[in-house]
C-alpha cells in the first residue's frame, strides 16, 4: 500500500547548502545633519594605554534616566488587604478567648452546682441517719394526754 523507502549508501547523499542573501537596504532620503552647538565645552580625556599608546577623547557623561513619579513603594490595595489580614486574626482570636472564657465559665458553675449537691445530699443524709438522741429540744412520749385549749395536761 506504502512504497518503499529508497535506501541510499551514505555516500550518495546530496548535501544542500543555502547561502544567505543580503537584502538591499530600502532607498531613503538622508537626512541632512545640523550642526548643534554643545552647551558647554566638554573636557578632552587622555588614557595611556597598557601597550604605550595613548587614546584621546571627549568624555561623555552618562544618560541620567528621568526621575520616577513618586509612588508608594507598596500599593494601597496591599496595605489594606494586609490591614484586613490583621484584623480578622485579631477577631478570630478573640473570638477563640471568648469560647475559652465561656467554656470554663460553664465547667466553673457545673462543679459549684455539683458541690452544692453535695454537701446538701450530705446535710439531708446525715439528718435522716441520725441518732434521734442528738436532736435538741425536748422530747415528750405522749400516751395518756389531754390537749385542753392548745395546752397540753400530762
Not at 489594606?80 to 490583621?86: C, E, F, R, S, T
Request: positive net charge.
Amino acid at each position: 500500500m506504502y512504497p518503499e523507502p529508497a535506501r541510499h549508501a551514505p555516500a550518495e547523499r546530496a548535501l544542500e547548502v543555502h547561502y544567505p542573501a543580503p537584502i538591499a537596504p530600502a532607498a531613503t532620503a538622508p537626512t541632512p545633519l545640523a550642526p548643534v552647538q554643545p552647551g558647554s565645552i566638554p573636557s578632552v580625556a587622555s588614557i595611556v594605554l597598557p601597550d604605550g599608546r595613548v587614546v584621546t577623547g571627549y568624555a561623555i557623561n552618562p544618560a541620567q534616566p528621568e526621575p520616577l513619579a513618586a509612588k508608594p513603594p507598596v500599593s494601597r490595595a496591599a496595605v489594606n488587604i494586609a490591614l484586613g489580614g490583621v484584623g480578622f486574626l485579631a477577631v478570630c482570636g478573640g473570638l477563640i478567648l471568648l469560647t475559652s472564657f465561656i467554656a470554663a465559665l460553664t465547667a466553673l458553675i457545673t462543679q459549684l452546682i455539683t458541690l452544692a449537691a453535695v454537701i446538701f445530699g450530705g446535710w439531708i443524709a446525715v439528718q435522716v441517719f441520725s441518732t434521734r438522741s442528738h436532736q435538741s429540744g425536748t422530747t415528750v412520749n405522749i400516751r395518756k394526754a389531754i390537749f385542753k385549749r392548745n395546752h397540753f395536761h400530762h
